[in-house]
């Protein structure tokens, strides 16, 4: 209530029934006073928008046309600068993601490198450790054949050490590969020679020097073979002379070969020796 509302109230209380018998000059007057009133009124209105216009940049009062450009320039250039600070964002972002799987990647890099080095620690050993089974296996050769081999406790007893070396052996991934009437595989063999045998297809393996060692699933020792050429025997004797003499080489050659290069991977297993 506003004081000249209040005052109109202590009038009209105070004046009480007169103020009802006044005459029509009188009720003038009131009215006179109410118009007054509601002029205040209005121009307190007026003074509200008058103020709110000019907190909040309003263009029908109190701020001129450059002003309001002004303003705008400024929001641009906020709008402009917050675009620049999300594209730095993304670009942090796109940076943190390729750090994190470049370290994933190298994590697992590490982690596949040190269980191939746990796979493969007996890598030397067994490379000297087939030359044993290669004497082993010329041993055998010159067992004599027939029933009394069978009963010769020491016989006998050099088949059951081989039986046990080759178990102990494929125990720990070691695995030998027969290579005699196979395709010559560069992954797994090493060509010494190439003859001409009759009956022989080109490539196929017609003998062996020494014979091919995997550990686990990789060639630790090549098979040094001779390669059949695939064309007939120019003298009907030249196969036997040329079996003959791969014969007495592979007889010769030593147990111990040093393997000179690192041979390709190879998962199958072509046999067992």
Known sequence: MTEEERKYREELEKNGEETIETNDDSFTGNNSILQSLADELGEHEKSKKKKFFNKFGGKSEGKSLKEVKELEEKVAKLEEQLKLKEEKISELEGSVKSLVAENRNQKTRIENEFRSKIK????????????????????????????????????????HLVSKFENVCGKHGLQCISSIGEKFDPAI???????????????????????????????????????????PATKPAETEEKAEEIEEKADETPATVEETAEQPENTEENGNC
């Open 189 to 231: 063999h090493q060509a010494m020679s190439m003859i001409n045998v009759d009956g022989k297809e080109a490539n196929e393996i017609v003998a062996e020097y020494v014979k091919c060692y995997k550990l686990h699933d990789r060639v630790i020792r090549p098979a040094m073979v001779v390669v059949a050429s695939g064309l």
């Open 120 to 159: 493969f620690a007996a890598e030397d050993f067994f490379k000297d450790f087939i030359t044993v089974k290669d004497d082993f296996d010329k041993a055998m050769e010159f067992v004599p054949k027939g029933e009394e081999a069978e009963k010769d406790p020491f016989i006998q007893g050099i088949k």
